[in-house]
């Protein structure tokens, strides 16, 4: 699988579409079944690892909301930003930045991600992202 332009950044928007959906099991398919993560400090493998990671992200980070945005692309790898927020049990909001490295399978399904990711605390007046895109809000990340 080699990338262009036009296929990467349709590869960084539906995994945005499909993250913001908050369901580990549509999430977990678009990884091979042996898929290898790193994400922050945790090392995963395979599609029930992903799927039991998701299910503990997202009952932690409420109300989560990401976007994406193609950084680079070259044969079959793409990097990417993001930016999501989130809060937690306690109505804290959360805005949380980071950093993905993609390798994909000749099929199409992600092989490796690697994930490093910092949060930061903001008040929610601050908040900018409020869910999946509009296509109001397809402004580059600040």
């Given amino acids: 699988m080699n990338f262009t332009e036009e296929t990467a950044r349709a590869k960084v928007r539906a995994a945005e579409d499909a993250w913001n959906t908050r369901d580990p099991e549509r999430v977990a ?12 400090d945790e090392f995963l493998t395979g599609r029930g690892e992903i799927r039991e990671f998701l299910t503990r992200k997202w009952a932690r980070e409420l109300d989560y909301a990401l976007r994406k945005e193609l950084w680079t692309f070259g044969g079959n790898r793409i990097a990417v930003r993001f930016q999501y927020e989130w809060h937690d049990a306690d109505g804290r909001w959360w805005r949380s930045y980071g950093n ?40 580059p990340l600040a």
């Fill in 29 to 40: 398919l678009a990884y091979t079944p042996d898929s290898v993560w790193r994400n922050r």
């Fill in 100 to 139: 993905e490295l993609w390798e994909f399978a000749d099929d199409g399904l992600m092989r490796r991600r690697e994930a490093s990711i910092n949060d930061v605390p903001i008040d929610e007046a601050d908040r900018r992202i409020r869910g999946p895109r509009t296509g109001e809000d397809d402004l």
